[in-house]
């Protein structure tokens, strides 16, 4: 984040907005908008006026090029750049809500986990169909790339977390936790070192995650702990690994510090929303956290006091997912 709340805009900024800071909604209201991350002022509305599905979750390539939005069964691409309302490109071939998107480094591909029990990766060039479908069988929940760029990790209804192996095309690795119990959120540190789980009694799983090489199993698991007594939304390991963001139907946001031996003290707990607490995204440097919340709205926390500094209004609806990208394209 920058360390100023006043932007100045050069002359050769063709966008209205700072696209040094891209922050993002949706919610079930249809609408996407974009924000000054400290104003507070929405600077663009992708309306989808007359269009059917509510946003599920959104992504920002690398390059802040581009928009992913999963919209109930397509996967909708949007140029940040423009001012357009038009996709860029529409990908079709979920026959249910896509739950998950991520772009790879090069956001060359998206992978998409949705509640069709499907996998798929799609070519940014190509939207015309999916390049690989992996079969899940179990609605899927969550998915996340491996920094590596070469495995997917996923997590499902039934109470699964797959590896994919892109090389070899097959699932490499399942693990089960918590028997049965559907396991709602995976995230994975950004060396790829730690694998945390949430799942929908509010416990949270954590894998120290071993190289091949090493002879060690590949998630060895090193603790769990209960992180919320209601519903877990999201899990978040912030960029540089140091804490953990655990979101909740019980309206709170709660950070997790994370010692080296994979000790999770709470640290703070963050109040404010008035009702559920469906997504967050850290800024690039680890300082602060955006969410978004079945109260209509998202917040900006300062991670240091663990106060709001800034409130996002506008949404009609729940505003259940929110995309942050601050850092260096």
């Known amino acids: ?126 939207p015309s169909t999916p390049t690989r479908t992996y079969e899940n069988a179990a609605p899927v929940n969550d998915v996340v790339i491996h920094p590596n760029q070469g495995e997917l990790i996923s997590c499902d209804q039934a109470g699964s977390i797959k590896q994919w192996d892109l090389t070899d095309n097959i699932c490499s690795h399942e693990l089960t936790p918590a028997g049965d119990i559907p396991i709602r959120s995976i995230t994975l540190a950004s060396d790829g070192s730690c694998l945390v789980a949430g799942n929908n009694k509010g416990q949270c799983y954590v894998w120290k995650v071993n190289e091949e090489s090493t002879g060690l199993p590949r998630f060895q698991a090193v603790t769990r702990f209960t992180a919320h007594n209601k519903y877990l939304t999201r899990c978040l390991l912030s960029p540089d690994a140091r804490y953990l963001a655990t979101c909740s139907a019980d309206t709170t946001v709660k950070i997790w510090s994370i010692s080296p031996s994979y000790d999770f003290k709470q640290e703070k707990v963050l109040i404010g929303h008035q009702r559920w607490v469906w997504d967050c995204a850290f800024s690039a440097d680890s300082a602060y956290l955006v969410t978004a919340s079945s109260d209509h709205t998202a917040r900006l926390w300062e991670m240091a006091s663990g106060e709001t500094v800034r409130q996002y209004n506008g949404h009609h609806k729940a505003a259940v997912c929110c995309a942050l990208h601050d850092g260096a394209s």
């Open 1 to 126: 984040m920058p360390a100023t709340s006043t932007a100045t805009s050069s002359k050769n900024q063709q966008s209205r907005h700072d696209m040094s800071v891209i922050l993002v909604t949706g919610s079930y209201d249809h609408e996407i908008r974009f924000w000054e991350a400290w104003s507070g002022i929405c600077s663009r509305t992708i309306p989808r006026t007359g269009e059917s599905g509510q946003v599920n979750r959104l992504a920002i390539s690398h390059d802040k090029r581009f928009l992913a939005a999963a919209i109930h069964k397509k996967l909708v691409l949007y140029d940040i750049a423009s001012t357009s309302s038009e996709p860029l490109a529409t990908f079709e071939a979920h026959t249910n809500n896509i739950t998950s998107i991520a772009f790879n480094s090069e956001g060359k591909w998206i992978v998409s986990g949705g509640e069709d029990g499907t996998i798929r990766i799609w070519d940014v060039r190509n």
